[in-house]
């Protein structure tokens, strides 16, 4: 299996590495391509899964361009919603593209922030910044992340986006599950009409 993940970031790269891992994959290849997601450095909202699709967008310029041949595209964007409720949270979306163009969008479980940290997001600036400053460190972004910092190393930016992916490829991987779940809600909407 060749997967083209639309990053160059190791910690995206990790987090691919160990979904598939999970997902019990053992043969694949995959080859990093630092691709725009076109959104702001630090997405909220929508921006989000619109930066995933756009690096994915990206990758398949670059698989033509250089006529790549591929299994699928992979790409990992991190960001900033609310809720509902309106609260905050910092959160994972993957969108993975097979070669025949079927799409599968996966989320990651979110972590809640204050406001005062999500206002300050809104505002231009990098909570992974402030962290570098208390820890006196440099790359948390490419590192543990706020993630790690604000659950004290529980979790990991990679294993939390490992979730994003396990979510987007389970459809690929699993769709007879997925088929058979779907043809038996069908069959109890008939049966209940």
Known sequence: MKILLGS????????LELALKELGIEEYEIVCY?????????PIGYEIIRGADNRNQGLKRVAKQEQITYDYLCSIEGGYTVDEN???????YCIVEDSNGKKSTGKSLGLR?????????????????LIEEIVG????????GITAYLTNNLLSR?????????????SFIFSEKRKELNEKVKAKKISST
């Open 137 to 144: 460190g440099e790359n948390n972004k490419q590192n543990g």
């Open 113 to 129: 922030l204050t406001k005062e940290m999500f206002d300050y997001v809104k505002s231009g600036k990098s909570l992974n910044k």
């Open 86 to 92: 309106g609260l905050p949270f910092i959160v994972t």
């Open 158 to 170: 990679e294993k939390v986006d490992k979730d994003a992916v396990i979510s987007s490829f389970a």
């Open 34 to 42: 630092g691709v725009s997601s076109l959104v702001n450095e630090r």
């Open 8 to 15: 160059k970031n190791p910690s995206k790269r990790k987090s």
